[in-house]
Each structure stands twice: as structure tokens, then as C-alpha cells.
Nanobody, 115 residues
Framework: QVQLVESGGGLVQAGGSLRLSCAAS????????MGWYRQAPGKQRELVAR???????YYADSVKGRFTISRDSAKNTMYLQMNSLKPEDTAVYYC?????????WGQGTQVTVSS
């Protein structure tokens, strides 16, 4: 049973930075089949960034140039470096593992950006 555990959320002022981590434990995980979503109050969960086949990455337009997704395969850990944070980045951020049977979610970590 694979578990996804996020960490690194918190309160930061606009313009600041945070780095989120997602540690996958359990069976061997294809770290490339993972990504980050977020959900702001009253809004749908949205894809922020993910790895795609061939080692490429995808970013939502709203975070391009500010967020960077990375991974440490040896540690089965994925990261999301978030720079130049804006109040509209405030949300619960979820680690996601993409499986043929559906998406597995982490518990989420709150990111709050104050203006």
C-alpha cells in the first residue's frame, strides 16, 4: 500500500517562497507518474504541475515561471518549489499519483499567502 505524505505548507507573505514535499512510501512508485494539484475555497481542484512521459513537465499557465516541480527518485520524493507567491495561490495543495485505476491523493497541505 503506497502512502503519499505532503509537507512544507504554511503562511507566507506575497512575494515569498515555499517548497512542498511529497514522500511516497510503500511499494516502488513511478515518481514520473505524479503531480501537484490545488484547491482553493469554493473552487474546483486544479492541476498545478506534473511530470509527463519522456521526462517533460506540465505547468498551469497561472504558475509558469514561478513554480518548479522536481523529484528525487532515490528518495521517492517529489517537490514543488513555489516562488513569487501571490494571494491567489492560497489553497490546499495535494500530491497526486496517477494510476491506471485512478488518482491517489495525499492528505493535502495548506498554503496561505497574505497580501
Amino acid at each position: 500500500q503506497v502512502q503519499l505524505v505532503e509537507s512544507g505548507g504554511g503562511l507566507v507573505q506575497a512575494g515569498g517562497s515555499l517548497r512542498l514535499s511529497c514522500a511516497a512510501s510503500g511499494s516502488i512508485v513511478d515518481i514520473n507518474a505524479m503531480g501537484w494539484y490545488r484547491q482553493a475555497p469554493g473552487k474546483q481542484r486544479e492541476l498545478v504541475a506534473r511530470f509527463i512521459s519522456g521526462g517533460s513537465t506540465y505547468y498551469a499557465d497561472s504558475v509558469k515561471g514561478r513554480f518548479t516541480i522536481s523529484r528525487d527518485s532515490a528518495k521517492n520524493t517529489m517537490y514543488l518549489q513555489m516562488n513569487s507567491l501571490k494571494p491567489e495561490d492560497t489553497a490546499v495543495y495535494y500530491c497526486a499519483r496517477f494510476r491506471p485505476t485512478g488518482v491517489q491523493w495525499g492528505q493535502g497541505t495548506q498554503v496561505t499567502v497574505s497580501s
